[in-house]
């Protein structure tokens, strides 16, 4: 994921579906309104990942993903509140 305006800010991120298949929450409606979801399908859902010294320390911040609007690519990275998703959570 790499900023427009900022080419040299960028994350490693990923679905975190591939890793995590439970992983679901649900928006506070401030950020739906804000990304101009309309639906569930309009948005895509991304986890930052941090790169251990080998692949079994990798990590993916759950806690806060980053939403994307497919139809604008809007996106925001969003604090969950009311969950216990970890920050790091091994990949492996």
């Known amino acids: ?6 080419p040299d800010v960028r ?6 579906v591939a890793f995590f298949p ?6 506070d409606d401030d950020v739906v309104a804000e990304l101009g979801l309309a639906t569930a399908d309009d948005a ?3 986890v930052v990942l941090t790169i ?6 990798t990590t993916a911040n759950l ?3 980053v939403v994307v609007n ?3 690519r809007m996106a925001a990275q969003v604090i969950l509140s ?8 091994a990949v492996v």
């Open 1 to 6: 994921l790499r900023c427009v305006q900022a």
């Open 11 to 16: 994350f490693l991120v990923a679905a975190p």
């Open 22 to 27: 439970d992983y679901g929450f649900d928006l």
């Open 44 to 46: 895509l859902v991304l």
């Open 52 to 57: 251990g010294d080998d692949a079994a320390s």
């Open 63 to 65: 806690l806060a993903p």
């Open 70 to 72: 497919v139809r604008t």
């Open 82 to 89: 009311g969950t216990d998703w970890p920050v790091r959570a």
